[in-house]
């Protein structure tokens, strides 16, 4: 087993149901092999700021079914600072922290690659909603948001039923549609548009004219904030971007929704379902798989497979290359989409 003291753990990028899983898994199994844990607050800005609390079994007793993260998290980007990289290798020798589980998404995950490369050992858990990381057949979240995003347009039905109105649902997931697709075929919306596929807003329309004049006087149009259209033009409601170069989405339904209104006279409203898809309780399988991938991230560490993600294969969690699993981001192939759209109808 490698020689190892002490290591620390950090959530970073958006929070996500299952992140305390994986830490109280971190824990555990480290505490288990004699080692002392750190835990990082706010992600890498706490690298930066030597920000960190001891964490013991005690600490992370009963966080399984709690939504966030108990270390809290943020989008700091320690190359974007001045010296910033180097300072959280200063900061993890201060501390003596060995090396470091790097939990989040593309983002967070790059940073822990490039610190490795550098000479900070650091292993990585796959985590966001979206879903979009590749090496990995699902991160861990994804599972709990898209169940609570299947549960809100379930519960629109009956609104928009009982309104004879149509309403455009906004799903989170940047520019992979997943959780758009997963939650649109769950609750079986009337329409899906992603960004892997240009969708038309004329052929929804009509759609939604063929369905009123049979009677079923409403629809429910499951949107991605980052969908993209072929005859459409959406200007996003915001241009600002984060400390990684992504821009902040959010706007696509109001937009959709007044067009829709323009094009067939329906009544058209909209819902954002924004962060309550990332917030509460994470289901029992987002538990297990953040338990699952934390261990392993320990293991992982065991055998001094630095620069490695733990990663969902199949049934069985093993470690890969980080740089694959951030290479490219992992969206919807047009074969997934197409099942979908047997039910626009
Ligand atoms: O990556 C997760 C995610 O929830 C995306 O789906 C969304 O676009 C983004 O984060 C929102 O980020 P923030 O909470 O910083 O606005």
């Not at 980080?322 to 979908?340: D, F, H, R």
Request: net charge neutral; proline share 3%; with cysteine.
């Amino acid at each position: 087993m490698a020689d190892i003291k002490k290591i620390g753990i950090l959530t970073g990028g958006g929070d996500c149901p299952g992140l305390n899983a994986v830490i109280r898994a971190v824990v555990f199994k480290a505490i288990d092999n004699g080692w002392e844990v750190a835990g990082v607050k706010y992600g890498w800005k706490g690298m930066l700021n030597a920000d960190t609390v001891p964490l013991t079994k005690k600490d992370v007793e009963g966080i399984l079914p709690l939504g966030g993260t108990i270390l809290k998290t943020s989008r700091t980007n320690p190359f974007k600072v001045e010296g910033g990289a180097e300072k959280v290798i200063e900061n993890a020798k201060k501390m003596g922290i060995d090396c470091l589980v790097a939990v989040g998404g593309e983002d967070t995950l790059g940073v822990a690659n490039k610190l490795t490369k550098m000479g900070f050992a650091c292993v990585g858990v796959p985590k966001t909603i979206d879903n979009d990381l590749g090496a990995t057949d699902y991160t861990f979240g994804y599972q709990t948001a898209v169940q609570i995003a299947s549960d809100a347009m379930d519960r629109l039905h009956t609104t928009a039923k009982s309104h004879d109105r149509v309403i455009v649902c906004e799903v989170m997931g940047r520019h992979a549609g997943w959780m758009t697709t997963d939650a649109g075929m769950s609750a079986s919306a009337h329409w899906i548009f992603i960004p892997e596929v240009k969708g038309s807003v004329d052929e929804c329309c009509k759609m939604l004219k063929a369905r009123y004049e049979r009677g079923d006087r409403y629809g429910i149009i499951a949107v991605s904030e980052g969908a993209l259209f072929s005859d459409f033009d959406v200007e996003a409601a915001s241009r600002e971007t984060d400390a990684f170069g992504h821009v902040k989405l959010g706007g696509v339904a109001k937009a959709l929704a007044k067009e829709i209104e323009k094009r067939t006279g329906l009544e058209t409203r909209e819902v954002v379902l924004g962060h309550t898809q990332r917030g509460g309780s994470p289901l029992a399988y987002d538990r297990v798989l953040g338990t699952r991938l934390g261990y392993k991230a320990v293991e992982m560490i065991e055998k001094g497979q630095f620069a490695m993600m733990a990663s969902l294969r199949g049934e069985k969690v093993e470690a890969v290359p980080i740089e694959e699993a951030v290479k490219e981001l992992k969206t919807v192939p047009e074969g997934y989409y197409k099942v979908s759209k047997t039910f626009f109808n």
